[in-house]
Structures are given as structure tokens and as C-alpha cells.
């Protein structure tokens, strides 16, 4: 099947620096990716998509200028944690659609744990 | 407003018998619904999935149940292994919108 890749699968760093985040589709070309964070218990949370060649569209409550996202090519996006704090400490998840709209289906990263100090 | 709710956040199973999740939706747009399995410090794998102009939809252990008047679906796993046990995430979605994802329910299956 389809394979997403993401790196670094962890990463710590000290609060206020920043932290950039790779998704790759390994076999297939990607148009548009979803970044997700995952809480403790919770579901996975939409941050926003990401559309190649154009501004990553944002969900409700999730500052742009503090996850930046950069998806410059078909196979690559990029997050990253500006000015990362603590409370920025999580768990994202990158994913890629395979196939038209209406599938559905998606594949996801390994995802990152980024560990704010 | 939760779209997709998955109401047990956990479940404990005997090996070799069946384990039955359960996911409950909102939105009546929602046409298409996928089951993920997590592992710890893993992103989530596809499952199964079904579009609404199905009630079943069966891959071998797994099998998805869908009754769009009740808007519930479930996933059953039989008979269940002990490398089953998870994290499994019901989402829905409908034309080209981002899956909604439910809380999930762990699963346990005990030898």
C-alpha cells in the first residue's frame, strides 16, 4: 500500500526554539495533506491541510503563524513549531490522501513526539 | 459538538472471541467511514472502511456494520488475537472533507 513517512519520529527541544517537522509520500504524488495532533487519551485532531503550491488551510483554533506548514513539492510538507512551549508537546501525525475525492481512505505517517522542555 | 463519538474508551476481550466496537455519527452528510488501528507512538493504519450505499462490508477477521437510520456503525473482529490489541479510531467523511476521527476505544485481547 501507499507509504507516508515522517521524521523525526522524536524530537526534544527547549522551549522557544523551533522545530520543523517532514511528511513524505514515498510511492505516490500528494496534492493534499493533513496534519493532526494527538492529546493523551484524545482523538486525533485535525490542524490544518495542506495543499501543494498554496496556503495550508487552517481548522478553527489553530494558529498559522505558530505551526507553520509548507508543502513544496507533490511528495513533501513540512510543520513547524515556532517558538515552541510545553504545552506544544504532542504527538503529530502527517497524512495523504490516495485516490479522488470521495474515498476517504488515508495513509498515515509514524508519526512525531516532540518533547518541550 | 463531537460528529463522531465513540462511546466506550475501552474494551477487554477473551482471545478467540469476539470483539465488537461501536462508533455513533451526527452528521447525516457523512457518506464514508474508515476504522483505524493505532499502536503506542505509531501513526494509525487502515483498517476496513464502508460507504453508506453498503450495510456490511467483511476483510477477512473484520467486518463492518453500518445502519445509517440508527447513524451507528460498528467493527467486529473475529475471532480476536491477542495482536489485536489496540487503539481503534472510527472517522467518517463526506466528498472531499478531512476525516472526523471519534476518541477511540482501546482494546484489549487477553490470551
Known amino acids: 500500500g501507499a507509504v507516508v513517512s515522517q521524521h523525526p519520529s522524536r524530537v526534544i527541544c527547549k522551549s522557544g526554539t523551533s522545530v520543523k517537522i517532514e511528511c513524505r509520500s514515498l510511492d505516490f504524488q500528494a496534492t493534499t495533506m493533513f496534519w493532526y495532533r494527538q492529546f493523551p487519551k484524545k482523538s486525533l485532531m485535525l490542524m490544518a491541510t495542506?495543499?501543494?503550491?498554496?496556503?495550508?488551510?487552517?481548522e478553527q483554533g489553530v494558529e498559522k503563524d505558530k505551526f507553520l506548514i509548507n508543502h513544496a513539492s507533490l511528495t513533501l510538507s513540512t510543520l513547524t513549531v515556532t517558538s515552541a512551549h510545553p504545552e506544544d508537546s504532542s504527538f503529530y501525525i502527517c497524512?495523504?490522501?490516495?485516490?479522488?475525492?470521495?474515498?476517504?481512505?488515508?495513509?498515515f505517517g509514524e508519526g512525531s513526539r516532540l518533547t518541550v522542555l | 459538538d463531537q460528529q463522531v463519538k465513540q462511546n466506550s474508551p475501552s474494551l477487554s476481550v477473551q482471545e478467540g472471541r469476539i470483539s465488537i466496537l461501536n462508533c455513533d455519527y451526527t452528521?447525516?452528510?457523512?457518506?464514508?467511514f474508515l476504522w483505524y488501528k493505532k499502536y503506542p507512538a505509531e501513526g494509525p493504519t487502515f483498517l476496513i472502511s464502508i460507504s453508506s450505499i453498503k450495510d456490511k462490508n467483511e476483510d477477512g477477521r473484520f467486518t463492518v456494520f453500518l445502519n445509517k437510520s440508527a447513524k451507528h456503525l460498528s467493527l467486529h473482529i473475529v475471532p480476536s488475537q491477542p495482536g489485536d490489541s489496540a487503539v481503534y479510531f472510527c472517522a467518517a467523511t463526506w466528498g472531499n472533507t478531512p476525516l472526523v476521527f471519534g476518541k477511540g476505544t482501546r482494546l484489549s485481547v487477553i490470551a
Open positions: 452528521n447525516s452528510m457523512f457518506d464514508y
Open positions: 497524512s495523504a490522501r490516495v485516490g479522488g475525492a470521495g474515498t476517504g481512505e488515508l495513509f
Open positions: 495542506s495543499n501543494e503550491g498554496s496556503k495550508a488551510t487552517y
